[in-house]
Each structure stands twice: as structure tokens, then as C-alpha cells.
């Protein structure tokens, strides 16, 4: 088990939660989790108690990208959040989050949350605003790209 510390851009913990490692790299790992709180509803989707999240945490990348995946083994999309990089320790993994998010859909479709939180905020550091326009760029191209973990549901041929 490794613990996940979600810290605001002052560095102060938001929410802290664990998930099973799968794989660790030098500079990366992934984990796995279920969401244990109880239902969110956020418009563009929602996060169920049970729904399995495969968590996707970058040393070196200004986001990190959950996959997310229902109870019922149906993928509901990816939620990114835009975010230092993240420090991983044996232990524990902490992320400064930077306040912008990204919603990707089956199909790929971005749709970029909370742009008027991430402009309003006046705490931020020149570094912190500068890393995150370039995280939010380098995931645009990504989910672009269909770069792992990004891979879409193509809709059914209608024959037409």
C-alpha cells in the first residue's frame, strides 16, 4: 500500500487516501484505488463507491491522470489534474495541485475544468503558473496523441 497526499498550492493537505502499486518506474507509478467516499456527482460524470481508479503520478510532468473505470468494468474516462510534479517516496506520493483539471471522455473529448479558479488565484508562484500552463499543454497533446494511458472508444459504424 502506498498513501496518496493531495496538497494545495501552498503546500497545505487537501485529502490523503491509499491504493496497491502496480508498477514503478524511475521517474513515474501507477497505483491502483477505489473510490471510498460516497457518490460525487460532478455533471460531466460521477464517481461511485467502488469505482476502480488506476492512478497515473509523474516526477517530471506537470499532471498526473487518473483512469477510471466503474463497478461494472464499464470506463467512465480519465480525470486529470494539473499539478507539480509529483514527489514519490517508498511510502507515500505528494502532489501539489495546481487547481486546473482536465475531463477526458471515451471518445477523447477534453473538456478543461475550473480555468476561472486557476485564473482568480492570486497565491500562486510565477514557477507554479508557468508549470501548469505548460502541464495543461503537454496533456492536451497527449490525450491528442492517444499517448498510454488514452485510449479511446471509437463509436459504432452506423453504415452510413
Given at each position: 500500500m502506498i498513501t496518496v497526499v493531495k496538497l494545495n498550492?501552498?503546500?497545505?493537505?487537501?485529502?490523503?487516501?491509499?491504493?496497491?502499486?502496480?508498477?514503478?518506474?524511475?521517474?513515474?507509478?501507477?497505483?491502483?484505488?477505489?473510490?471510498?467516499?460516497?457518490?460525487?456527482?460532478?455533471?460531466?460524470?460521477?464517481f461511485e463507491p467502488g469505482?476502480?481508479?488506476t492512478e497515473y503520478y509523474?516526477?517530471?510532468?506537470?499532471?498526473?491522470?487518473f483512469d477510471i473505470v466503474s463497478t461494472?468494468?464499464?470506463?467512465?474516462?480519465?480525470?486529470?489534474?494539473?499539478?507539480?510534479?509529483?514527489?514519490?517516496?517508498?511510502?507515500?506520493?505528494?502532489?501539489i495541485d495546481l487547481l486546473l483539471d482536465v475531463w477526458v471522455d471515451r471518445q477523447g473529448a477534453p473538456l478543461i475544468l475550473d480555468q476561472d479558479e486557476f485564473d482568480a488565484d492570486t497565491?500562486?508562484?510565477?514557477?507554479q503558473r508557468a508549470g501548469a500552463c505548460q502541464g495543461l499543454q503537454e496533456l492536451l497533446q497527449a490525450i491528442a496523441a492517444q499517448d498510454e494511458p488514452f485510449v479511446f472508444t471509437s463509436l459504432p459504424d452506423t453504415g452510413r
Open positions: 498550492p501552498h503546500g497545505e493537505p487537501k485529502i490523503q487516501y491509499t491504493g496497491e502499486v502496480v508498477r514503478r518506474l524511475s521517474a513515474s507509478i501507477v497505483i491502483s484505488a477505489i473510490w471510498r467516499h460516497p457518490p460525487k456527482d460532478l455533471g460531466y460524470t460521477s469505482d476502480h481508479f509523474f516526477a517530471d510532468r506537470w499532471y498526473n491522470i461494472g468494468g464499464q470506463r467512465k474516462g480519465w480525470y486529470c489534474n494539473v499539478a507539480q510534479p509529483a514527489a514519490i517516496f517508498d511510502d507515500r506520493i505528494e502532489q497565491t500562486m508562484s510565477d514557477e
